[in-house]
């Protein structure tokens, strides 16, 4: 085995062992199934957009792409999944994504939030580059002071990729998550 096999297997084994893949671009087929599409519309917002699985110059990712409006006190679009972690303390999430030049959200929902308005969020700003991005979970911040004011990985039941806070036509493009 050449020294260039040598490290490339070496890098993707402990990756592996190291963090634990959400998206993967080498393996979106269920992304549709996977990752639900939400809007501000489900409490009357006028927000609209989708998700899309996108094949470009051999790479494959997720596009989240739509029209953020504040109007009717709306002002987001997301996607996101359900996660029931093992017992593994992650520290952080790693994404790897580009779009329209904006701030974006990740938002998290733990097993101590009850109603549909709490979450954790961790911001990051993107270019027409694909950029990779560590957020650690202690960075993040509580969306209402009566939460608790740090979370575990294994109390996280959800992950969400947000457009938010302002009009505007956003554009995400992110071909890997995972946790590190």
């Avoid at 995400?172 to 998550?177: A, G, N, Q």
Wanted: hydrophobic share 40%; net charge neutral.
């Amino acid at each position: 085995m050449n020294l260039k096999l040598f490290i490339i297997l070496t890098l993707i084994f402990v990756n592996k062992i190291n963090a634990m893949h959400l998206l993967d671009k080498n393996n979106l087929q269920n992304v549709k199934q996977d990752w639900e599409f939400i809007s501000d519309q489900v409490m009357g917002g006028v927000s609209s957009g989708k998700i899309d699985l996108i094949s470009e110059s051999s790479r494959n990712f997720i596009r989240l792409s739509g029209n953020v409006s504040t109007e009717n006190n709306g002002g987001f679009i997301q996607f996101r999944s359900d996660f029931d972690f093992e017992k593994k303390n992650f520290k952080g999430i790693r994404i790897k994504a580009k779009g329209f030049p904006s701030k974006y959200y990740i938002h998290i929902r733990t097993t101590f939030l009850l109603l549909p308005w709490q979450y954790y969020s961790g911001a990051f700003e993107v270019s027409e580059n694909w950029q990779t991005f560590e957020i650690l979970f202690n960075d993040f911040e509580k969306s209402n002071f009566y939460q608790p004011s740090n979370f575990g990985s294994s109390e996280i039941k959800s992950i969400g990729f947000v457009a938010f806070g302002k009009d505007f036509k956003p554009q995400l493009d992110i071909i890997e998550v995972e946790l590190f």
